[in-house]
């Protein structure tokens, strides 16, 4: 496994292996092993599985209470993913990363605590799969709006095409939102 840092240190692209052939091809998603070679130590609580309609978003969502660090995959299809600093005491506080992510393509993307996360299907039937180092708590979550301009996201899928819950266009603005110290 390749550890990729990105413009944000503590998010970081994991590249692992994919063994082509006639039949198809194999990956592995998780290898504890490997993680704490790297220096990543998390204790994975859930999994979960999303699967989205072409132009889908979710997000950007948190958890201010039990924090949740993310390991995410796309096992169909392909998403265009979102990870934003909301942490006030951070040099990238308010900053954004994004990266498209394929099934097949052998990349997985960790997300620290601290983070909002989203993501856009970019193809029918994207099957989106993410271990959570904390289960999900109804009363600590919290949704940022997910074309809010002040974070500037270049998402591919406009506003006018993009399918969003209710629950996500009622996400606060950034400059609203409760944000970790």
Known sequence: MEVIETSIPE???????????GRGYFQELYRRDALLE?????????????????????????????PQAKLIHV?????FDVAVDIRRSSPTFGRHVSFELRSGDGRAVLIPAGFAHGFAALEPETSFFYKVSE?????????????????????????EEAVVSAKDRQGKPFNAAEVFA
Do not use: C, M
């Open 38 to 66: 790297a220096g990543i130590d998390l204790d994975w609580k859930q999994d979960n599985l999303s699967v989205s309609a072409k132009n889908v978003i979710r997000g950007l969502h948190y958890q201010l209470i039990q």
């Open 11 to 21: 998010v970081l692209i994991l590249q692992s292996a994919v063994f082509r052939d």
């Open 75 to 79: 096992l169909h299809g392909a998403a």
């Open 135 to 159: 289960p999900y708590l109804q009363q600590g979550d919290r949704t940022i709006l997910w074309n809010d301009r002040e974070l500037g996201i270049q998402w591919p899928v406009g506003d």
